[in-house]
């Protein structure tokens, strides 16, 4: 019987025959048994429902994010190592082509480090800011606007999508104040700048492109005031936080070169509410260089961002599991960072 499956029972490899029977071309019948599967070729159950299930997840993720503002901070191990900072520009593209509107701004403190170092300069840190005489943010603005920003631009260009580097002094994209330091306030950090202003028309323009905005945490003293020819040196975890706040971001992550936030075990705590956060400072569960990170985090959060991320940079492909593998709910892979929302 035509199509008819049977068994053979003498091949060890458990393969599948089809009987069929047809008319050549010259008119001839032609059948005979024909091997039409192999069951190890042939995908397990557990592995078919798993890949659906991966690309149900993904598609509700799509389904709220498309059209929406993503900010991404970029620092830590994930833009040292070549090989992730690879798979971040291939992440970027990618969801790109998802038909997500990204924005990155990008630190880079080693390598402001290491040449700072080359050529002699001294600075010094205050309450986890950089101190930054003239001569510190020249550098600073050299490595930052010159070969970090553009290796980032290009890396994601590479990757098959579109961006392109710009510094907060472009077009009064950040035009900031002078920052004081201390818990008084009365810190002398130099040319260290709070941002006080946000040119969301620029980055939007180019959103609607369809092109990345790549930011350098440089900026400018605002329009028609004093300083507004100072340079300044911004905190590149502030830079994003503003403006996330200032786009109402529906993500921001801030990829590092931690796990994420954690309890006093050192279990990682995978979703925190700003109150959370705040009983957790209070009674020194967060402590040190995780107050700044997680205060970053909560000031977006209150700025209008739906969800602050902490995301573990040394995770490959980090960016797309936290923002594509937490569904609808948007509460990230639950295996590399923690989550902050309202």
Not at 88 to 113: E, S, W, Y
Not at 216 to 243: F, L, S, T
Not at 266 to 280: G, R
């Amino acid at each position: 019987m035509a199509g008819q499956q049977i068994q053979d029972g003498d091949n060890n490899d458990d393969e599948t025959y089809c009987y069929f029977r047809g008319i050549g071309c010259d008119g001839s019948v032609i059948a005979g048994m024909q091997p039409v599967s192999s069951r190890r070729q042939l995908p397990s159950l557990a592995a078919s429902e798993g890949f659906a299930g991966s690309t149900i997840t993904i598609a509700s993720s799509l389904c709220s994010l498309r059209g929406k503002n993503i900010v991404v901070k970029y620092g830590g191990n994930a833009m040292t190592s070549p090989e992730l900072a690879t798979l971040f520009c291939q992440d970027i593209a990618t969801l790109q082509k998802l038909g997500l509107r990204i924005v990155v701004v990008h630190g880079g403190g080693p390598m402001i480090n290491s040449m700072l170092e080359k050529l002699g300069v001294e600075s010094s840190w205050e309450g986890g800011m950089r101190v930054s005489t003239e001569e510190v943010v020249d550098v600073a603005a050299m490595v930052l606007c010159g070969t970090v920003n553009k290796n980032i631009s290009g890396g994601i260009s590479l990757a098959g999508g579109r961006a392109l580097g710009l510094s907060g002094r472009d077009d009064g994209l950040l035009q900031c104040t002078k920052l004081y330091g201390g818990d008084d306030g009365e810190i002398d950090l130099g040319n260290v700048g709070q941002v006080a202003a946000v040119n969301t028309d620029l980055i939007n323009q180019l959103l609607d492109a369809g092109i990345t905005p790549v930011i350098a945490p440089i900026g400018k003293g605002c329009e028609g005031q004093d300083d507004e020819a100072v340079v300044y040196n911004i905190n590149a975890d502030v830079a994003a936080g503003r403006i996330a706040g200032e786009l109402k971001a529906e993500r921001l992550l801030f990829l590092t070169d931690i796990a994420g936030v954690l309890d006093k075990e050192m279990k990682l705590m995978e979703t925190l509410t700003c109150d959370d956060i705040d009983n957790l400072i209070d009674d020194e569960t967060i402590t040190g260089g995780m107050i700044p990170k997680v205060t970053y985090a909560t000031d977006a959060v209150k700025l209008g961002v739906k969800g602050a991320f902490i995301t573990d940079g040394r995770v490959p492909h980090a960016l797309l599991n936290e923002i594509l593998a937490g569904g609808e709910e948007g509460k990230g892979s639950g295996g590399g960072g923690t989550v902050v929302t309202l």
